[in-house]
Nanobody, 121 residues
Framework: QVEMVESGGGAVQAGGSLRLSCAAS???????MAWFRRPPGKEREVVAI???????AYGDSVKGRFTISKDRAKNIWYLQMNSLKPEDTAVYYC????????????????WGQGTQVTVSS
């Protein structure tokens, strides 16, 4: 049973940075991993994807500002968020999929509990 636990959320002013972490336990096999977010009153959206083969993709709104990475030795994924904007305010989730790569939320079946990120103007 794979479990994902996020940390690193918080409140920051616009232009600031945060790094989210996602620790995976019980990890086995090849999984792709993604960060999603749910802004207040909106649908959940994909932020960044790291496929099992290393393929990376970002949502259009975060390209050039966010970076997804993984510490393979520790089984921890990171989301480095720079130049934060108020519209980045959301609950951020990490999720894992048994697919080698997927951008579809429905392909992710293991989810963390979420961590709140609040960006003030």
């Amino acid at each position: 049973q794979v479990e994902m636990v996020e940390s690193g959320g918080g409140a920051v002013q616009a232009g600031g940075s945060l790094r989210l972490s996602c620790a995976a336990s019980g990890y086995a096999g090849a999984y792709s991993m993604a960060w999603f977010r749910r802004p207040p009153g909106k649908e959940r959206e994909v932020v960044a994807i790291l496929g099992a083969s290393g393929r990376i993709a970002y949502g259009d709104s975060v390209k050039g500002r966010f970076t997804i990475s993984k510490d393979r030795a520790k089984n921890i994924w990171y989301l480095q968020m720079n130049s934060l904007k108020p519209e980045d305010t959301a609950v951020y989730y990490c999720a894992a999929s048994s697919f080698f790569y997927s951008a579809r939320e429905r392909d992710y079946n293991i989810w963390g509990q979420g961590t709140q990120v609040t960006v003030s103007s």
